[in-house]
């Protein structure tokens, strides 16, 4: 059909089937999505001017943040314009792919046919070689040894003088391998959009000891009700040897069900919490201002004997076997030393906890000083008590991000049909073999020919081993 004479539709339909067009949406999603993992999505303005400034400059942060915002790069992949791409780059592939399967389809359902001897020189791969016998009695070994090379031969008697032919073919729908993967896409787009469009992402700032039954979206800060509750039991961080850089920090949480707890467990960055399609992660944590905790120690006597206790500030404790008694009078929920020795807070996060306890015998002052939660020297008092700091419960919090993606599963399901359609398209292939043989006096000669829709140097190989094996054979 000539240009003049396509209607629209016949245009539209040559616009979608071309590969052009593929190549410029995939590129325009490739593109647009670099920009959308630079830029962190739902965050406070401060976080992506920080970034902007490192990529443009202190002075130009400002005017491109405001034009990014614009464009709606800030919740890019809830776009009218990103939706737009995926829709249409769905639309190329489906009807690329239909534009073609017809042809590819006929291809894979055509039977293989005797061959006519004179095409023989059109063949890509092509042998001849000599066996003693006569071709009946080498019929058998080449059935035999084609088996054994993969195909299952049909028989044709039908070529002039004495003679038959064999040919087979295998991987037919191996042909269909791009299009599987075409499908692929298709379904991991429908999955990432149903995740998008129907999945949450959020979080939940949760307090030692405090209990939440929603998340707070990232988008607006709703409220979002979960349809169960979490309480985080406690928290705790974990510094590399004695210096201020976290190496861990994990959470105990315990999930409650209609009154039940029905899940406890230890989360960590790697490590999540999955309950009814949400997941936990742990990713930040923080000290809650104008909260009154629980100082939790361990206390050993002179004589051995031990008692774990709860105390709050200004409350006082008695050391097993003694009539030594503590009394907190002060904290520091990260505790240094100036040049001249005196205490002081450097942050109000928790680096370096530390009670300071006065103690007294029979009222009178006995002796006086730092516990640091991080230095257990500190634990040990003049009289051989130790008094192990083990924790302040109930002033920080840990900072989960919750996520729901009810498009997940289908986000794996198109991953594994890509990955088959994938092997099928580039290591399995389409492969024809014809052996002709005719006699020759006492002898027969036989041509093989082949055809391979892909790696054919492979193909070739295979029968250069089969004619060895046959010819040790005969």
């Not at 009814?276 to 930040?284: A, I, N, P, R, V």
């Not at 006082?316 to 005196?342: C, E, M, W």
């Not at 634990?379 to 009810?406: A, C, E, H, M, N």
């Amino acid at each position: 059909m000539s240009e003049k004479k396509k209607n629209l539709i016949d245009r539209v339909w040559d616009l979608f089937a071309s590969l052009k067009l593929a190549i410029i949406l995939f590129s325009l999603i490739a593109l647009t999505s670099i920009v959308g993992t630079i830029i962190e999505q739902n965050a406070e303005p401060e976080k992506n001017l920080i970034v902007l400034k490192r990529l443009v400059g202190e002075d130009f942060a400002p005017t491109a943040y405001r034009i990014l915002e614009a464009m709606g790069f800030m919740d890019m992949y809830r776009s009218w314009w990103f939706i737009t791409f995926l829709a249409l780059f769905a639309a190329n592939l489906i009807i690329c792919s239909l534009d073609r399967l017809p042809r590819i389809l006929k291809l894979v359902k055509e039977p293989i046919k005797p061959i006519s001897p004179e095409k023989i020189s059109a063949f890509p791969i092509k042998k001849e070689i000599r066996l003693n016998g006569t071709p009946e009695t080498l019929k058998d070994t080449l059935i035999t040894s084609l088996r054994k090379l993969g195909f299952k031969a049909l028989n044709n008697s039908s070529m002039e003088g004495e003679g038959y032919q064999l040919y087979a073919q295998k991987g037919n729908w191996t042909r269909l391998g791009v299009y599987i993967t075409h499908l692929s896409i298709l379904v991991i787009m429908i999955g990432a959009v149903i995740g998008i469009f129907f999945g949450f992402k959020g979080y939940l700032n949760l307090p030692e000891g405090y209990t939440s039954d929603v998340a707070y979206s990232r988008n607006n800060g709703q409220p979002h009700k979960l349809g169960f509750s979490i309480r985080c039991d406690d928290f705790d961080v974990e510094f590399y040897g004695m210096s201020e850089m976290p190496k861990d920090y994990r959470s105990w949480l315990t999930v409650f069900k209609n009154g039940q707890i029905v899940m406890r467990k230890m989360i960590e960055v790697n490590e999540p919490l999955k309950f009814e399609g949400y997941t936990f992660y742990q990713s930040s944590y923080g000290v809650l201002s104008n909260t009154q905790g629980y100082f939790i120690f361990k206390v050993t006597g002179p004589g051995g004997k031990s008692e774990t206790i709860t105390k709050q500030f200004g409350e006082t404790f008695t050391i097993p076997g003694t009539n030594i008694v503590g009394k907190i009078v002060d904290y520091s929920p990260a505790l240094a030393l100036d040049q001249s020795g005196r205490a002081y807070t450097y942050t109000n996060m928790m680096n370096n906890p530390a009670v300071y306890i006065e103690f007294t015998e029979n009222g009178k002052p006995k002796y006086s000083g730092w516990i640091l939660r991080r230095y257990p020297k500190t634990w040990r008092l003049p009289d051989g008590s130790v008094i192990q700091f083990i924790d302040y419960w109930g002033v920080q919090y840990t900072g989960l991000q919750v996520r729901k993606d009810p498009g997940v599963w289908i986000v794996y399901l198109g991953c594994i049909i890509m990955g088959v359609g994938l092997y099928m398209a580039f290591f399995m292939s389409h492969r024809r073999i014809w052996v002709l043989v005719r006699k020759d006096g006492k002898h027969s000669t036989v041509n093989i020919l082949a055809t391979a829709n892909k790696n054919r140097p492979a193909f070739e190989r295979k029968i250069e081993a089969f004619i060895s094996q046959l010819k040790k054979e005969v």
